[in-house]
């Protein structure tokens, strides 16, 4: 089974709206952290955000927050007030404390934003 | 302060050749991955390094792959006799400590490797 699914190949977002990228995960580790990373096109991986299992509210990092539902094992990104900028490629990842050496990162999702 | 970096950006060679691929890692991060992204694919791992502990080799692709990390710092990906499949982005990836599961990576820019 696939650690980590996002279902969405290619999204498309009028600048100044908001955009949810989706993201399911599967594991049994009662401890583990959700990444996301975006990746423009000059192809550096940047750290946007992380949620631990453990957090009780979702994170937030300016205009980025991670819509987190635990039981139902989503782990959403949510970028509001889109730029132009923010068109790119955008991976969620896992790391379980059991095998914290191991990331397993998503197929992707290709965001446009559009003027 | 300095992040991951990777040298060459670019490499472009010949069928059969071997390269070499360098990595930076961050000061004082102990773990270094490296991934292989194919155009337009998701990040495949390739190997992991902790510390002075053995490697995690799991991911590579085939015996013409290795790599080694000296002094704990500086890496080096090899591929030998290479094959036009072997074109791809390889990323290179630090973190700062290995047993936690909150910590990130932060990944260098990437080495564009093309195999005429």
Known sequence: ?115 | GAGVSQSPSNKVTEKGKDVELRCDPISGHTALYWYRQSLGQGLEFLIYFQGNSAPDKSGLPSDRFSAERTGGSVSTLTIQRTQQEDSAVYLCASSPSRDSSSVAQYFGPGTRLLVL
């Not at chain 1, 699914?5 to 594991?27: H, I, N, R």
């Not at chain 1, 946007?48 to 299992?53: F, K, T």
């Not at chain 1, 994170?59 to 980025?64: F, I, K, M, Q, S």
């Open chain 1, 1 to 115: 089974a696939q650690k980590i699914t996002q279902t969405q190949p290619g999204m498309f977002v009028q600048e100044k709206e908001a955009v949810t990228l989706d993201c399911t995960y599967d594991t049994s580790d009662p401890s583990y952290g959700l990444f996301w990373y975006k990746q423009p096109s000059s192809g550096e991986m940047i750290f946007l955000i992380y949620q631990g299992s453990y957090d009780q509210q979702n994170a937030t990092e300016g205009r980025y927050s991670l819509n987190f539902q635990k039981a139902r094992k989503s782990a959403n990104l949510v970028i509001s007030a889109s730029q132009l900028g923010d068109s790119a490629m955008y991976f969620c990842a896992m790391r379980e404390h059991s095998n914290f050496n191991k990331f397993y990162f998503g197929s992707g999702t290709k965001l446009n934003v559009k003027p």
